[in-house]
Every structure is written in C-alpha cells, then in structure tokens.
C-alpha cells in the first residue's frame, strides 16, 4: 500500500490501456482505490497498450472524449 496515494487531496482521473504490457492495469485501479478522495475515476481504455494518446486513431479519440468530457465536469 503506497502512501503516497493518501496524499491526494485534487480530483484524479487515470486512464490505463487495458492491453498494456508495462503497467499493470490493475496496479492502476487499485492505486484509484487506494486514494482518499471522492472525486476519483479510473477508466480502462479499451484495446490500448501503454501511451495511450499515440495508439490507433479510433482509441486515442475515445480515450480524448473520456479526457476531455472529465475536465468539462471539473
């Protein structure tokens, strides 16, 4: 259990490639889990490896809608 993860105190969004080979995407979910705050989303971004915003076209402009639709709400 890292401490640092009960550090947050800002929103937190992750979003983690459900198909990536370097991190483990549910290392990512759990550190979600882990942090304090309420305003926390983890998305898996489905088909994605590990640079999420370089991938095929179709992943990268779901995973820019998913961004972009969370900072309208912040």
Do not use: M, Q
């Not at 076209?57 to 309208?72: F, G, M, N, P």
């Amino acid at each position: 259990e890292p401490d640092y993860a009960k550090k947050f105190s800002v929103p937190l969004l992750i979003l983690h490639g459900d198909e990536d080979h370097i991190n483990d995407v549910h290392a990512s979910e759990k550190f979600v889990d882990l942090v304090p705050i309420k305003d926390k989303t983890f998305i898996p971004v489905k088909g994605a490896l590990h640079c999420i915003f370089i991938e095929r076209e179709e992943i990268y402009k779901e995973a820019k809608r998913d961004l972009l639709d969370w900072l309208a709400k912040h």
